[in-house]
C-alpha cells in the first residue's frame, strides 16, 4: 500500500465518477494500523475536476467527519494522492473530541453502498 500521511488528500473511483477522502491520522494499535478519515459526499465526472475542487475545501461538502478504518478496509478501495495541506484546527479538534471512533473493516465503497 501507497504511504500516506495525515494532511494527504486522496482520490478514489467510484462507478459513476471519482470520490475524495482526507487522512487524518494514522494510528498505530495492538491490533494493527486504523486510518482516521474524513470522507466527502462530492463526486467528480474526472480527477482534474477533483482536483480543483480541493482548490477550495471550503467547499467540499463531508459525508463522514471521520471514519475509521483497518488497514485491510483501506487497501479494499485503491486510493491515489491528489495533495496534502496541513489538518485544520478543526479537524485537529475532531480527533482530540472523538478519539474512540468506532473502527470499521469495510472498505469506503461498501460504506457509500457501492459494491
Known amino acids: 500500500m501507497e504511504h500516506f500521511e495525515p494532511g494527504d488528500n486522496l482520490v478514489f473511483q ?3 465518477g471519482y470520490g475524495l477522502v482526507r487522512v487524518l491520522a494514522a494510528e498505530t ?3 494493527g494500523p486504523i486510518w482516521r ?3 466527502y459526499e462530492d463526486l467528480f465526472p474526472d480527477i482534474e ?3 480543483k ?3 477550495s475545501p471550503g467547499l467540499l461538502t463531508l459525508g463522514f467527519k471521520q471514519v475509521a478504518l483497518t488497514e485491510r478496509a483501506f ?3 485503491p486510493a491515489a494522492k491528489l495533495g496534502k495541506s496541513p489538518l485544520t484546527d478543526q479537524e485537529r479538534r475532531l480527533l482530540e473530541d472523538e478519539p474512540d471512533v468506532k473502527t ?3 472498505s469506503l465503497l461498501q460504506i457509500l ?3
Open 14 to 16: 467510484l462507478e459513476s
Open 29 to 31: 494499535r495492538p491490533e
Open 37 to 39: 478519515l474524513a470522507l
Open 49 to 51: 475536476a477533483a482536483e
Open 53 to 55: 475542487a480541493l482548490q
Open 75 to 77: 487497501e479494499r478501495t
Open 104 to 106: 470499521r473493516d469495510r
Open 113 to 115: 453502498g457501492v459494491r
